[in-house]
């Protein structure tokens, strides 16, 4: 975080002011890494890059992000949230490269690299105690998934010689490793590889969020089942840094501003066919 008056900008309702303030954050600025962090007043935040929402996420996440691969552009609903709530916030979205969910909250705590993690993340106790996390903008439960045809169930899934794979870091590795205790849960970076495993038979099962599975299972896993929808009543939110609460703040009035205005909704409906 020490670096961060190098490169972030304060962001101002005013362009004028917002230069004045650059300017002074420059001038305390230096190589010096023992400057203080820019100390942003109410209504304001700082940004990694002016003009820009920087974020962050695990690109294998259809159809909340993924990388489209004509392009190799990221596209998906968080992509189209994130440039909506940028618009609403007068900046542009910026995605970088695609990362290890695991390692999203821990590059935002740091600071200094993205504004923001968007990346269908559960609100959790556990991530709130490392960064802040916005109001919530999508529901979402767990789901158990097999390959069609195969008989296992959750009961015959809990044993030893059945490999369940689960994305590292995630709410879903910890459904499995607390409801399938007996299973050999097998991490992977992410939940693509997880399904191919199903699917060649290289794992009896996989743990994911279920808008995935049900998205996935529809579009191109066509395959692979769902054996349980699990209630775990989750919420989805963007994970900001606690040195960033004016950021916070904007993007949960961004948030609300889309709800009232109905651009999520629109975006709901591109995505899921309905809103939400
Ligand atoms: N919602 C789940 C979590 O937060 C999975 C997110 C993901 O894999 N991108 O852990």
Redesign the pocket.
Known sequence: MKDMTRRSFIATSSAAAAMMLAACGGSKSSDNSEAPAVEAADGEYTLVEAGKLTCI??LY?PP??SMDEKTGEPVGFDIDMSKSLAEHLGLEANWLASQA?DSLVPTIKAGGTADVAI????I?DARKAEVDMSDPYVD?NQSLVTKVGSEETLDSLNAAEKKIAV?A??????WAAENLPDATIVPLD??ISAMNGVLTGSYDGLV??LP?SSYQIKNSFTELQIIEEIPTG?Q?GIAISKDNPGLTAAINQALADMADDGSMAEIQVKWFGAEL
């Open positions: 996420s695990n996440f909340f992000e969910f990346a269908g993340m559960t959790t979402s994305q870091g995630t709410t879903g590795a910890d992410d939940i994911t969020d995935v989750e989805y």
